[in-house]
C-alpha cells in the first residue's frame, strides 16, 4: 500500500471532524499571506510564533499562532504602534 500524502490524509482527518493541531512553517505563511523570509525576519526581530522543531521540521500549533494573532492585534492597536506608522509614513513621504 502506498504512502498517503500529507495533505490526503489532512483532508480525511478533516472529513472525519478532526481539526488540525499544528501547521508546517509553509502552511503558517501561506494562511497568513506572508513570505517564508518575512516569516524568518519576523523570528531574528523576536515577533514571530513559538516553534517546536522536530528534526528538521518546524511546526507551529494552533495555540501558538493563536498567542501570535492576539500579540499582533495588541501591538497594532497600542499608540505607539500607531504613532511609530505614522512617523515611518511620514518619513518616506520627506524622502521622496
Not at 499544528?22 to 516553534?51: N, Q, T
Request: aromatic fraction near 4%; proline fraction near 4%.
Amino acid at each position: 500500500m502506498p504512502n498517503k500524502s500529507k495533505t490526503r490524509i489532512a483532508e480525511e482527518l478533516q472529513k472525519k471532524g478532526i481539526p488540525r493541531a499544528s501547521w508546517s512553517k509553509d502552511e503558517f505563511c501561506a494562511r497568513h499571506g506572508i513570505s517564508v523570509g518575512l516569516y524568518d525576519k519576523m523570528k531574528k526581530l523576536g515577533v514571530g510564533p513559538d516553534e517546536n522543531v522536530a528534526l528538521d521540521r518546524t511546526i507551529i500549533t494552533v495555540e501558538a499562532e493563536e498567542r501570535w494573532l492576539r500579540k499582533t492585534k495588541r501591538k497594532a492597536a497600542s499608540p505607539k504602534a500607531a504613532s511609530t506608522k505614522g512617523a515611518n509614513t511620514k518619513a518616506a513621504s520627506a524622502e521622496a
